[in-house]
């Protein structure tokens, strides 16, 4: 069976620190990835999504920037926070097989940023 | 533009009592958009509940259903009978295979049900 480990759980970090989210998935090889982020009282967005290890697609510009150091991989990460960084992120993979693919999500990590 | 609407949390309903959870979408430059509902559980990740791919279908888990329904653009969340451990968000969701199997959320809504 497919799992997926995000780390960490919650964040509280200042403006203007660095951050590193991960997550991990075990149980299939070459999985799709994505980082989706919620804001408090706003919607679930895709963020990045990768087919293959060293390539990543951003999909929305956050100042945010995510890679794909091996296959089962997945980080998110900024050198300088800003406030509107904060919110639920979440870490998913499909199989990668083509199609309209069903998504599997972590189980997120809570940021914020003060 | 794509999007998704849904009931605005959030809802409170009695063990036993029927839900209707409301989803409606717009899918202007998706040809054949994918329609989920997806649950977070407290404490848990996002889970998919059901999914449906072709206009006029049904989907069914764990009790709830919702038909594609593309005249009036709608997938709404039904259970006929609710218990308390179905109390979680639940995000109505619109997909499609460009850009990476890209999702489109709702805002989720909130259930609680009352014992």
């Known amino acids: 069976a497919q799992t997926i480990h995000q780390w960490p759980v919650a964040e509280i970090k200042a403006v203007g620190s660095p951050l590193s989210l991960g997550c991990t998935i075990k149980?299939?090889?070459?999985?799709?990835l994505y980082w989706y982020w919620q804001a408090t009282g706003g919607t679930l967005q895709q963020l990045f999504y990768s087919i293959t290890v060293g390539q990543v697609e951003s999909v929305v510009q956050l100042n945010l920037s995510a890679s794909r150091p091996k296959d089962d991989q997945f980080i998110l990460s900024t050198e300088k926070l800003l406030l509107s960084h904060s919110g639920f992120y979440l870490c998913a993979w499909s199989p990668g097989l083509g199609g309209t693919e069903t998504l599997y999500f972590g189980s997120g990590t809570r940021l914020t940023v003060l | 533009g794509d999007s998704v609407t849904q009931t605005e949390g959030p809802v409170t309903v009695s063990e036993s009592e029927s839900l209707i959870i409301n989803c409606t979408y717009s899918?202007?430059?998706?040809?054949?958009?994918?329609l989920f509902w997806y649950v977070r559980y407290p404490g848990e990740g996002l889970q998919l509940l059901l999914k449906?791919?072709?206009?006029?279908q049904k989907g069914s888990s764990r009790g709830f259903e919702a038909t594609y329904n593309k005249e009036t653009t709608s997938f709404h969340l039904q259970k006929a009978s609710v218990q308390e451990s179905d109390s979680a968000v639940y995000y109505c969701a619109l997909g499609y295979g460009s850009s990476g199997n890209k999702l489109i959320f709702g805002i989720g809504t909130l259930l609680s049900v009352k014992p």
């Open positions: 449906v791919i072709t206009a006029g």
């Open positions: 899918a202007t430059s998706i040809a054949y958009p994918n």
């Open positions: 149980g299939k090889s070459s999985p799709n």
